[in-house]
């Protein structure tokens, strides 16, 4: 069964650039899209975007600017950086692998991690 | 892009059926056979239910389906059982991005 668990700080204060990572076992990182989702508090799920174990990438027009992520398949990882954050970037955030047929249905996610922009 | 709207809830008693719509524009449902459905339980990791308009990935009950017309997708849950109780949430790929819907939070009376 794969797994998925995102790892990071909790709290990180504005301006700064948050850096997630999410694990993956029981499965290979190969092969596979794997996402990156958030949802704040009281909205709807946003995707920020993808990265193919081989390194391409496409982000999130609306973020695109702050927006990198890149992948480790030694460590069966991959990693999530966003600058520059506003409040507004409170939310909890989720990995997710793409389904085999079409990356844009994901079919395993993390359990997610809250993730507060305070001063 | 503008987002995907849900009703923000609905119902249904053991044993019936409930429909959960999703509705879109002709650049992301409209334009693509590329909508899911996802089931979230508080605290628990969102389950996929069903991709590409009306497929259901393995183990997902047939009780589950989906169908699209037009701008506007369907979520449809037979033989409501009390573990359905969730937040249901249809997506869409609109291009160059994925977008959600606010969600609907189903309940088993």
């Known amino acids: 069964q794969v797994q998925l668990q995102e790892s990071g700080p909790g709290l990180v204060k504005p301006s700064e650039t948050l850096s997630l990572t999410c694990a993956v076992s029981?499965?290979?990182?190969?092969?596979?899209?794997w996402s990156w989702i958030r949802q704040p508090p009281g909205r709807r799920l946003e995707w920020l975007g993808f990265?193919?174990?081989?390194?391409?990438?496409n982000y999130n027009p609306s973020l695109k600017s702050r927006v990198t992520m890149s992948v480790d398949t030694s460590k069966n990882q991959f990693s999530l950086k966003l600058t520059s954050l506003t409040s507004a970037d409170t939310a909890i955030y989720y990995c997710?692998?793409?389904?085999?047929?079409?990356?844009?249905?994901?079919?395993?996610w993390g359990q997610g991690t809250l993730v507060t922009v305070s001063s | 892009q503008s987002a995907l709207t849900q009703p923000p809830s609905a119902s249904g008693s053991p044993g019936q059926s409930v429909t959960i719509s999703c509705t879109g524009t002709?650049?992301?449902?409209?334009?693509?056979?590329?909508v899911s459905w996802y089931q979230h339980h508080p605290g628990k990791a969102p389950k996929l239910i069903i991709y590409?308009?009306?497929k259901r990935p393995s183990g997902v009950p047939d009780r589950f389906s989906g169908s699209k017309s037009g701008n506007t997708a369907s979520l449809t849950v037979s033989g409501l059982q009390p573990e359905d109780e969730a937040a249901y949430y249809c997506?869409?790929?609109?291009?160059?991005?994925?977008?959600f819907g606010g969600g609907t939070e189903l309940t088993v009376l």
């Open positions: 997710a692998r793409g389904h085999s047929s079409s990356w844009v249905a994901f079919d395993y």
């Open positions: 029981g499965g290979s990182i190969r092969s596979y899209y």
């Open positions: 990265i193919y174990y081989s390194g391409s990438t």
């Open positions: 002709s650049s992301d449902i409209g334009a693509y056979n590329y």
């Open positions: 590409e308009v009306n």
């Open positions: 997506s869409s790929y609109a291009g160059s991005t994925v977008l």
